[in-house]
C-alpha cells in the first residue's frame, strides 16, 4: 500500500482525470494531497482452485471496471490472499498508460516494495518532462516544417488501393462483446533464432521478420499485392529538443497505417523490400496522427485499415524479479463491451515463459474461428520458413537504409554492388 501511494505520488499521469466542458474533454492533474491510493486485502483461503479461479476473475472484474475517469482513482490494487501465494491486481486505466509506462512502473514498484519493506523512505529515480509538457511541445511541433514536410508522404499512404480482407459474412458494427481470439506460438528455440541470429543476414529488426510473414499470409489470402495494416509505435521519438519522456508514465502510443508491397516473390527480396518500406515511414509513424488531429493537412484525412499489428516485446524479465513472478490467474476484463472493435483483424505479439506468442483478435459475426485458425497456421509456417531461410544464409545483404543515401533505390544499389564486384575481380 505504501509503495502504490508512493506511486501515484511520484507519477503524475497516475493522478490524471478527465472531465467534459462545452462538448471538449479536459485532462487534468489532482493534487497530491487529493489522491488516496485504492487498494484492498482479499481472504480467498480455504477455495480449491476451480474456485480461486472464478472468485479472482469476478473481483478482477469488478475492479477493472471501477476506475472513475471523472473522479479517479486510475490506479486501483487488490491482493488475493490464498493457501498456494499472495496475488497482487495492479489495475490502471490505459489513457494513463502505455507498454513503456508499464516497465517504468513496475520497475519502481520493485524498489520501493525493497525500500518499503526495510522501513525506509521511498526514493524513485529522478522526474523526466511532464506529460503535459510533453502535449504542449506537440501542439508547437505540430506547425514545424519538419512535420509539413511529411504530409505528403502520408497523403500518399491515405491515398493507397488495398486488398480488401475476405469476410466469411458482413456485419453493421464491430463491438467487443462480439469478439473472440486464436493464439500460435513458437517454441523456445525458433523464439530464440527469432530474437538473435535471425536478423544477421539482412540487418533487420523484429517487426521486419514478423511483417514479412504477416505479408505473406495476407497475399497468399487475398491474392493481393498491397496489404494495408495499422501498425503502433511507442510515440516516444526524438523529435522535440530538449524533452526527456524516458521516465515518463502517459499514453505516448503512435498509431500510423502502412502499406506493405508484396509483390515479390523471393523469400530474401520479401524481407528487403517490407524492411525498406518500414525504414521509409517518417519518424516511426509518430508525425500521422499529429497531421490528423492537429492540423488541416491534406495528409491528415484518415485511412484506417482493416489489420492492426502490435509488437509488444519481451515482459519475461520485467514482470519477474527476487519477489513477484507473473500471475497465472485471470487479470478480469479490460476493455468494456461496449466498445468499438476497430479492426477485423487485430493481431498482437509478445515474448512470454520464452516463448513468441502471437494472438489474433477478430469478431464472431465476421469470421467463423476455422478461418482464423487457417490463417494463423499460414502465419505460423511463414514465419518459420523465414526463419530458417535467415538461420541457414551465411552471407550479409545491405539495403539502401543501410546507408545514408536516402533516395537510393534497392535495384540501384544491386547495379553498384555489381559494379564493385566487376572491378574487384
Known amino acids: 500500500e505504501k509503495t502504490l501511494q508512493a506511486l501515484i505520488e511520484h507519477h503524475d499521469a ?55 475517469l471523472q473522479n479517479g482513482p486510475l490506479l486501483k490494487g487488490e ?35 525493497v525500500q518499503a519493506e526495510k522501513e525506509e523512505q521511498i526514493v524513485f529515480p529522478q522526474k523526466t518532462n511532464s506529460f503535459k509538457d510533453w502535449a504542449e511541445e506537440l501542439s508547437a511541433f505540430s506547425q514545424s516544417a519538419h ?31 462480439h469478439t473472440s481470439s486464436v493464439i500460435c506460438e513458437l517454441n523456445e528455440e525458433d523464439t530464440k533464432h527469432l530474437l538473435t541470429d535471425v536478423h544477421q543476414p539482412y540487418g533487420t529488426e523484429i517487426n521486419d521478420i514478423l511483417l ?12 493481393g499485392v498491397k496489404i494495408g495494416i495499422n501498425l503502433e509505435g511507442h510515440g516516444r521519438e526524438d523529435i522535440i529538443p530538449n524533452v526527456n519522456i524516458s521516465r515518463t508514465v502517459g499514453w505516448f502510443t503512435a498509431q500510423y497505417p502502412v502499406v506493405l508491397d508484396m509483390s515479390e516473390t523471393d523469400v530474401s527480396a520479401v524481407i528487403k523490400a517490407v524492411k525498406e518500406n518500414l525504414r521509409r515511414v517518417p519518424d516511426k509513424g ?3 496522427g499529429i497531421l490528423r488531429y492537429f492540423t488541416e493537412q491534406a495528409g491528415a484525412q484518415g485511412f484506417t485499415p482493416e489489420i492492426s499489428f502490435n509488437y509488444l516485446g519481451q515482459f519475461d524479465s520485467e514482470v519477474k524479479t527476487d519477489f513477484f513472478e507473473p500471475s497465472a490467474f485471470d487479470m478480469g476484463r479490460q476493455v468494456s463491451e461496449e466498445s468499438e472493435a476497430l479492426y477485423a483483424l487485430s493481431f498482437s505479439g509478445m515474448i512470454r515463459n520464452g516463448r513468441f506468442v502471437l494472438s489474433c483478435s477478430y469478431n ?15 502465419f505460423k509456417e511463414n514465419l518459420l520458413l523465414i526463419i530458417r531461410h535467415c538461420t541457414e544464409k551465411e552471407d550479409k545483404e545491405f539495403t539502401p537504409s543501410d546507408f545514408s543515401a536516402g533516395d537510393l533505390e534497392m535495384d540501384e544499389m544491386g547495379d553498384i554492388f555489381d559494379m ?6
Not at 25 to 41: H, M, T
Not at 212 to 220: D, I
Open 212 to 223: 514479412s510473414a504477416l505479408g505473406l499470409t495476407v497475399k497468399e489470402w487475398t491474392d
Open 14 to 68: 497516475l493522478r490524471m482525470v478527465y472531465r467534459e466542458e462545452n462538448g471538449d474533454i479536459i485532462q487534468a492533474y489532482k493534487r497530491i494531497d487529493e489522491c488516496e491510493v485504492s487498494f484492498e486485502i482479499v481472504d480467498l483461503y480455504g477455495s480449491d482452485e476451480d474456485m480461486l479461479k472464478s472468485q479472482i476473475k469476478v473481483l478482477a472484474d469488478s475492479l477493472q471496471s471501477s476506475l472513475d
Open 147 to 177: 512535420l509539413l514536410q511529411q504530409a505528403e508522404y502520408w497523403a500518399q499512404i491515405d491515398a493507397e488501393e488495398v486488398s480488401a480482407v475476405p469476410k466469411d459474412d458482413e456485419t453493421e458494427e464491430r463491438i467487443v462483446k
Open 420 to 425: 564493385l564486384e566487376e572491378n574487384l575481380k
Open 364 to 378: 464472431e459475426k465476421e469470421y467463423e474461428r476455422t478461418t482464423v485458425e487457417a490463417q494463423m497456421e499460414r
Open 79 to 113: 491482493l488475493y490472499r490464498t493457501e498456494a501465494g499472495d496475488h497482487l491486481l495492479i489495475a490502471v486505466h490505459h489513457l494513463v498508460v502505455d507498454g513503456v509506462s508499464w516497465r517504468i512502473l513496475l520497475e519502481d514498484f520493485a524498489s520501493g516494495y
Open 286 to 288: 509518430v508525425g500521422y
